[in-house]
């Protein structure tokens, strides 16, 4: 079975912090991706990679970073965190360039005070 | 860039009875297409997805789903609901090319009332 994992459920954090959001897939899938989702909106991508430290902007990277060391992990940076990021945050990862399946992680929820 | 539209935000129904949640995405080329669903506090789960071959596919718990390419549609339907289904619903399009690129609806939140 494929496993996404996140490194926290919920998440409180106060505005001008820095965040690190951790992303963990087992599969060796080479692309993996960042998502926010927020009411009425669906999910929108904030940034993709389709191979280790390659990069790619989403739809909404403004106030975000990614980094990609290692191909299994896919980190998302909140340089100075604002509380328009309060938001559900959701990472995928998947095999390309087909275009299949995304396998998701359970979200983490962010709280920014 | 593709988009996708949902165009029931809300899908209340009563147990048992059939359900067909709408989907319409815009690009008549080769696309690649599934629905996902998210229960509560949880992430997305692949329900089911077509590649190509027959148009209509079958998914997990008990759902369908029929790609129209003429009017650019993937609807997915269930013949008869049950409490457990009451959750998020999102159709999606993806792009095949390197990164592999998702476009997502906004959701259908379905609400099967007893």
């Known amino acids: 079975d494929v496993k996404v994992t996140q490194s926290s459920r919920y998440l409180v954090k106060r505005t001008g912090e820095k965040v690190f959001l951790e992303c963990v897939q087992d599969?060796?899938?080479?692309?993996m991706f960042w998502y926010r989702q927020d009411p009425g909106l669906g999910l929108r991508l904030i940034y993709f990679?389709?191979?280790?430290?390659?990069?790619e902007k989403g739809d909404i990277p403004e106030g975000y970073s990614v980094s990609r060391e290692k191909k299994e992990r896919f980190s998302l940076i909140l340089e100075s965190a604002s509380t328009n990021q309060t938001s559900m945050y959701l990472c995928?990862?998947?095999?390309?360039?087909?275009?299949?399946?995304?396998?998701f992680g359970p979200g983490t929820r962010l709280l920014v005070l | 860039a593709q988009s996708v539209t949902q165009l029931d935000s809300q899908v209340p129904v009563f147990e048992e009875a059939p359900v067909e949640l709408r989907c319409n995405y815009s690009?008549?080329?080769?696309?690649?297409l599934f629905w996902y669903v998210q229960y509560p506090n949880q992430g997305l789960q692949l329900l089911l997805k077509?590649?190509?071959?027959?148009?209509l596919v079958k998914g997990i718990n008990g759902f369908e789903a029929e790609f129209n390419k003429s009017q650019t549609s993937f609807h997915l339907r269930k013949p008869s609901v049950h409490i457990s289904d009451t959750a998020e619903y999102f159709c999606?399009?993806?792009?095949?090319?390197?990164?592999?690129?998702?476009?997502f609806g906004t959701g259908t939140s379905l609400t099967v009332i007893p």
């Open positions: 999606a399009v993806s792009d095949p090319s390197p990164g592999n690129q998702f476009y």
């Open positions: 077509y590649l190509s071959g027959s148009t």
């Open positions: 690009s008549s080329v080769s696309v690649y």
């Open positions: 599969m060796d899938h080479e692309n």
């Open positions: 995928a990862s998947g095999w390309g360039p087909s275009g299949e399946t995304q396998y």
């Open positions: 990679s389709y191979d280790v430290k390659m990069k």
